[in-house]
Structures are given as C-alpha cells and as structure tokens.
C-alpha cells in the first residue's frame, strides 16, 4: 500500500522549510530568512502514530509574474494535484496578506483535505493572533512554532485524519501489479506498449517524457496484470525540468504499490551507478524483481555476448543476486515473449508460503553440513525456524543468543532455503530471536 502525501504549501518565507525539516527530523532543506529560497519540490519520509508518509517542501506561492516566481508557483500546484492532505501555513505575526488570501483561493479549488498552521506563535500569550484566520474559510488554525518545534503535534494528528483508509488503497488479491523503474529513455514507455501489443503510452527518444505513473491493466492466459509505467530516475542534482524532480517520488509511490519491480537497463549503453540506486529503492522496499536489459538489438552480439552481460549485471548488482536477468527489445519485440513468465514466477515467490515442517527439515540438513560456528568460546544453538510473513518471504529463527549470529552464517542459511525451495526473483529475510 503506498505512502500518502502530504505537501506543505504557502506564500514565501513563512517558514515551510523549518516546519518540514521538524517534521522528518533532519535538517534537509536549506532554511534562509529570505523569500524565494527553496525553488523546487523537496521530499522526504517522516512518521507519526506508527504511519508513514511523505512529506513534500514546496517553493512559496507568490503573486508576482517573474519568471522565476512563475516557476515556483507552477511546482507548488504540482505539489497541491499529488498531495493527499495539504497544510496551509501562514505567518502569525504579519497577518493575512493578499497572497495568503490568493493561497486559500488555490486551496479552494483543489478539493484536497486543508490543515491550517499558523506559524511563529511562540507562547501562549500569542493565541489572540489566530482568530483572524478563521475568515480565510478553511476551518480551525493550528498555532505552531517552526523555530521551538511546538504545535506540531498536534497538526499532525489532524492531518493523519485525512489520510487514505485502507479500505480506499486495497487492490486486487489475483492480480499481479509490476512497475518500470530506470533511467530516462531506456525504453520503459516502448516495452509497456510491446507487452499490450498496441500504443497505449506516448514513445519518445526525449528523456524524461514520462511525468506520471499510468496505470494499464490487461489479461494474457488467463492472468490478470497491472503494469505502471513510471516516469525516469535521474541523478539528484541532474533533474532540469520543473516537473521531473516530483516524478521520482511518483516512481517511488509506483514501487509502493507494486508486487513486482523490472528494473530496466538500457543495453546500449551498459549499466551505470545510477541504474544501482534505482535498483536499490525497490530491493529496500522488499519488492520481487526482475532486471530487464532492453534494446538488446543495438548491441553487437559476438560469442557469449549474453553471458558476460549478465555477469556484469551480476557483478554491479550484487545484492540483486536472486532476480533474474531477462534480455529482449522492446522495439522489435525479440524475446518480449520471455518476460511475463519471469514476472509470474517472481510474484509466485514473493508470496510463498514454506511449511514449517519442511523449512526445520532444511535447516537441520543445513546444521549438519555446516555446523554453527563458535564465538568467544560460545556456540549458536538453532531451536526453530518458521516463516512469519509473505511479500517478501520473512522467517525467523529462534537461537540461544541472537548476537552468535554471524551475518555470514544467515548468508548460509539463506542460500540452503533458496536452494531448497526456490525463491527466484524475491529478497528473503531471516531474524534471528531469543526464545526463552
């Protein structure tokens, strides 16, 4: 299930940027007592009563037509149209300007949740500063102080209020939801079009021309799919147009919600550091993946051209050593034909469920080839070992004393219940648990 979001909009230099880094807990964005500093969108993840969400820092809102400002303004909409619950804040001290008033009209028209905060209220002897600001029409002001870090509380379990229910979020159990991540212009957008076998997403050789994640649902042998179509990862720092930047966390929501991840690499090109950092979002969020290298037409293919690909691929990736390597073109449609399999396979794994029974058979034929090691003269007892939880394969393994277990040793471990049970496709987790 995804993260909701949560934006932090207002005119210039009111504080959003201190309250946003309160909020996520370090000191992200640069924080100026001058307006216009923080230009574009900035994300994070931050947390309250037990739920996650992400929380975007935008640009102040200005009535100004500078080009600039214009700009500004045009991320901070953007921001608004994604958000799922929006906080409104003002500064307490100046009143209600124009532009706040501008701000609440732009509101208005969202039809998204409003939490109003009214920030720079030090003290309690400030309260009477609020009351103004119930004529902006957007219900009960929040008194904060971005500075002192008070009232934010209390605006985040209003704002927690207005997230998404589950009920609202939960998705076909039987269908199989996978995503493309990559690069811009690795052909995310052509190998959508070459599964469904028609044009269904615009294809163009300008990076960067997917800006949303498009969901697309289709059926092929009787199993039921969801493809989302993401827009490019590109480096941080290397993010050029006014929209980009907010589509990695667009990409990063499609992840979310996803069973299966391709990661798509361009073959022409050959793999880069960044095709490991996007790799690295969906192997941190325990998705199944498969490693998609596309336009395998381009290459020029000598003797075992395939082979030393993928032990490139296996070298660069070496924390994706489980997700198979599918190699096809999507402009030609070669090989297209060996990539749902994968997929099936992959989300079969993710949601495998091992017999408890049979999972302890293995880790004793595991104990008897490799018996536990020794540290400090004290020696790792395995008592039991069940799987907890699915999506990914989660098992625990009940030990005499969690700290002799060696990383290497659940290296083992892990390997025996692959080589056992399979798992292509899909991380595992093992924690190792005191049981008394």
């Given at each position: 299930?995804?993260?909701?979001?949560?934006?932090?909009?207002?005119?210039?230099?009111?504080?959003?940027?201190?309250?946003?880094?309160?909020?996520?807990?370090?000191?992200?964005?640069?924080?100026?007592?001058?307006?216009?500093?923080?230009?574009?969108?900035?994300?994070?993840?931050?947390?309250?009563?037990?739920?996650?969400?992400?929380?975007?820092?935008?640009?102040?809102?200005?009535?100004?037509?500078?080009?600039?400002?214009?700009?500004?303004?045009?991320?901070?909409?953007?921001?608004i149209n994604e958000?799922?619950?929006?906080?409104?804040?003002?500064?307490?001290?100046?009143?209600?300007?124009?532009?706040?008033?501008?701000?609440?009209?732009?509101?208005?028209?969202?039809?998204?949740?409003?939490?109003?905060?009214?920030?720079?209220?030090?003290?309690?002897?400030?309260?009477?500063?609020?009351?103004?600001?119930?004529?902006?029409?957007?219900?009960?002001?929040?008194?904060?102080?971005?500075?002192?870090?008070?009232?934010?509380?209390?605006?985040?379990?209003?704002?927690?209020?207005?997230?998404?229910?589950?009920?609202?979020?939960?998705e076909d159990e039987?269908?199989?939801?996978?995503?493309?991540?990559?690069?811009?212009?690795?052909?995310?957008?052509?190998?959508?079009?070459?599964?469904?076998?028609?044009?269904r997403v615009i294809?163009?050789?300008?990076?960067?021309?997917?800006?949303?994640?498009?969901?697309?649902?289709?059926?092929?042998?009787?199993?039921?799919?969801?493809?989302?179509?993401?827009?490019?990862?590109?480096?941080?720092?290397?993010?050029?147009?006014?929209?980009?930047?907010?589509?990695?966390?667009?990409?990063?929501?499609?992840?979310?919600?996803?069973?299966?991840?391709?990661?798509?690499?361009?073959?022409?090109?050959?793999?880069?550091?960044?095709?490991?950092?996007?790799?690295?979002?969906?192997?941190?969020?325990?998705?199944?993946?498969?490693?998609?290298?596309?336009?395998?037409?381009?290459?020029?293919?000598?003797?075992?051209?395939?082979?030393?690909?993928?032990?490139?691929?296996?070298?660069?990736?070496?924390?994706?050593?489980?997700?198979?390597?599918?190699?096809?073109?999507?402009?030609?449609?070669?090989?297209?034909?060996?990539?749902?399999?994968?997929?099936?396979?992959?989300?079969?794994?993710?949601?495998?469920?091992?017999?408890?029974?049979?999972?302890?058979?293995?880790?004793?034929?595991?104990?008897?080839?490799?018996?536990?090691?020794?540290?400090?003269?004290?020696?790792?007892?395995?008592?039991?070992?069940?799987?907890?939880?699915?999506?990914?394969?989660?098992?625990?393994?009940?030990?005499?004393?969690?700290?002799?277990?060696?990383?290497?040793?659940?290296?083992?471990?892990?390997?025996?219940?692959?080589?056992?049970?399979?798992?292509?496709?899909?991380?595992?987790?093992?924690?190792?648990?005191?049981?008394?």
């Amino acid at each position: 299930m995804r993260k909701s979001v949560v934006a932090i909009v207002g005119r210039p230099n009111v504080g959003k940027s201190t309250i946003f880094n309160r909020l996520v807990g370090e000191r992200i964005s640069i924080v100026e007592d001058v307006p216009g500093v923080t230009r574009d969108r900035i994300y994070a993840e931050a947390e309250w009563l037990n739920t996650s969400f992400n929380v975007i820092d935008t640009g102040g809102i200005d009535l100004s037509d500078e080009p600039l400002i214009v700009q500004i303004r045009e991320q901070a909409e953007i921001a608004i149209n994604e958000a799922d619950v929006i906080i409104f804040l003002v500064n307490g001290r100046e009143g209600i300007t124009a532009s706040d008033e501008e701000v609440a009209k732009m509101l208005f028209k969202s039809n998204k949740p409003v939490v109003l905060a009214v920030n720079k209220i030090d003290n309690y002897e400030m309260q009477d500063l609020l009351y103004e600001y119930y004529s902006l029409g957007l219900g009960q002001p929040f008194p904060v102080s971005g500075t002192h870090g008070l009232g934010l509380g209390d605006v985040l379990d209003e704002v927690v209020k207005h997230f998404p229910t589950e009920i609202e979020q939960e998705e076909d159990e039987d269908r199989i939801y996978f995503s493309l991540i990559g690069r811009p212009n690795v052909g995310k957008s052509s190998l959508v079009n070459a599964l469904l076998g028609e044009d269904r997403v615009i294809v163009s050789n300008i990076a960067g021309t997917t800006k949303d994640a498009i969901d697309t649902s289709f059926t092929r042998e009787d199993r039921d799919f969801t493809i989302i179509d993401t827009a490019g990862m590109r480096k941080r720092g290397k993010v050029y147009e006014s929209t980009e930047k907010y589509s990695v966390l667009r990409a990063l929501k499609a992840i979310e919600r996803s069973d299966v991840v391709l990661v798509v690499i361009d073959a022409d090109t050959g793999i880069i550091e960044q095709d490991k950092r996007i790799a690295g979002h969906a192997h941190e969020a325990g998705k199944a993946i498969v490693i998609v290298v596309n336009k395998w037409d381009t290459v020029d293919r000598e003797q075992d051209t395939m082979k030393k690909f993928e032990e490139e691929i296996r070298k660069q990736f070496q924390y994706l050593s489980y997700a198979p390597v599918v190699f096809l073109s999507a402009k030609t449609t070669k090989r297209i034909h060996t990539l749902l399999p994968k997929v099936i396979e992959a989300s079969e794994n993710h949601s495998k469920r091992v017999k408890t029974n049979l999972l302890n058979e293995v880790i004793e034929d595991s104990l008897a080839i490799n018996p536990t090691p020794s540290i400090k003269g004290q020696k790792l007892k395995i008592l039991y070992t069940t799987q907890v939880a699915t999506k990914p394969p989660t098992f625990v393994v009940f030990v005499n004393d969690p700290s002799l277990m060696h990383f290497t040793y659940e290296r083992f471990l892990e390997n025996r219940i692959r080589e056992a049970f399979g798992f292509e496709g899909t991380p595992i987790k093992i924690y190792a648990r005191q049981r008394s």
